[in-house]
């Protein structure tokens, strides 16, 4: 099994910054990706930004050139620096992920961020 734990939501005015955190635990064999995904109030959760094992990025088009996103070498460690920000941005963010445990390859889930952009 794999635990996934999200960290950095808040709230922060138009044009702020937060970095998101996610950090993975248990009995990871392997990584192949891990990716940010967000669900706004009646919306449905979208892909927010995502990170392969090969080292390789993908963005949303909304969040391109304002969010980044990284993980570190041992693939324990998410994050995601997010700068100017705008209301639009406010949902739940996710962390997932792709690990090879025990029983195989499995997707995975963390609980959830709030990221609230008001002013």
């Known amino acids: 099994q794999v635990q996934l734990v999200e960290s950095g939501g808040g709230l922060v005015q138009p044009g702020g910054s937060l970095r998101l955190s996610c950090a993975a635990s248990?009995?990871?064999?392997?990584?192949?990706?891990m990716g940010w995904y967000r669900q706004a109030p009646g919306s449905q959760r979208e892909s927010v930004a995502t990170?392969?094992?090969?080292?390789?990025?993908m963005y949303a088009d909304s969040v391109r050139g304002r969010f980044t996103i990284s993980r570190d070498n041992a693939g324990n460690t998410m994050w995601m620096q997010m700068n100017n920000l705008q209301p639009e941005d406010t949902a739940v963010y996710y962390c997932s992920g792709r690990f090879r445990s025990g029983g195989g390859w499995n997707d995975y889930w963390g609980q959830g961020t709030q990221v609230t952009v008001s002013s």
């Open positions: 248990g009995s990871i064999f392997s990584v192949s990706f």
């Open positions: 990170f392969f094992d090969s080292g390789n990025t």
